[in-house]
């Protein structure tokens, strides 16, 4: 089946890092572009990161460089390092297949995992 | 605020038709894709493209485009359509930047 599962959420303190995967099943991340989106509590959604198939990664102009996106192509994952949490970061963050078909569209999305910043 | 502006909240009676729509300069250049999302769900790719759907998702969704605004049409409204709907294209910066818009609750009376 072809999916999508976000793991290493939690709850951190403001200022502390944390890294966020993504497991991909049934094809393969380093073939097509992905990204993260978040989504703040009652808000809604916001793309973050994107990683190209040639491994080139661009990230949204508000994260002032603390996000570093990656993969893995041995493990098939993705992954979300994030620096200098501060409670704007605080959002349920979800991989995603795309942007695809030239159009800026998300065809794949995982369930989602929760980051809580808080002291 | 979001370069893509979609109302609030809209409201249609159950069979009926409802129309969301979705405002922004980068429409003019780019389709908008729409997604549904149901509380505690990830989104659900709907519509893309010019008047595309994925596998699986019902003809009762469309969408369409003119100028500015990218709407997305649901035939028929049924209970289960209530959530959120997001609309999202390319931003304005030039970059492969993504922006979605500030979603619409529907609710099926």
């Keep these: ?119 | 605020s979001s370069e893509l502006t979609q109302d609030p909240a809209v409201s249609v009676d159950l069979g009926q038709t409802v129309k969301i729509t979705c405002q922004g300069d980068s429409l003019r250049n780019y389709y908008a894709a729409w997604y549904q999302q149901r509380p505690g769900q990830a989104p659900l790719l709907l519509v893309y493209g010019k008047d595309n759907r994925p596998p699986g998702i019902p003809a009762r969704f469309s969408g369409s485009s003119s100028g500015n605004t990218a709407s997305l049409t649901i035939t028929g409204a049924q209970a289960d359509d209530e959530g959120d709907y997001y609309c999202n294209c390319r931003d304005r910066s030039g970059k492969d930047h993504v922006v979605f818009g500030g979603g619409t609750r529907l609710t099926v009376l």
């Excluded at chain 1, 959420?9 to 989106?37: H, I, K, N, Q």
């Excluded at chain 1, 990683?51 to 990230?59: A, K, L, S, V, W």
Aim: glycine share 10%.
């Design chain 1, 1 to 119: 089946e072809v999916q999508l599962v976000e793991s290493g959420g939690g709850l951190v303190r403001p200022g502390e890092s944390l890294t966020l995967s993504c497991a991909a099943s049934d094809f393969t991340v380093r073939t097509t572009y992905m990204s993260w989106v978040r989504q703040a509590p009652g808000k809604g959604l916001e793309w973050v990161s994107l990683i190209y198939p040639n491994g080139h990664t661009d990230h949204a102009d508000a994260l002032k460089g603390r996000f570093i996106i990656s993969r893995d192509n041995s493990e098939n994952t993705l992954s979300l390092q994030m620096n200098s949490l501060g409670s704007e970061d605080t959002a349920v963050y979800f991989c995603a297949r795309g942007p695809l078909f030239g159009d800026y569209v998300f065809d794949l999305w995982g369930q989602g995992i929760q980051v809580t910043v808080s002291s």
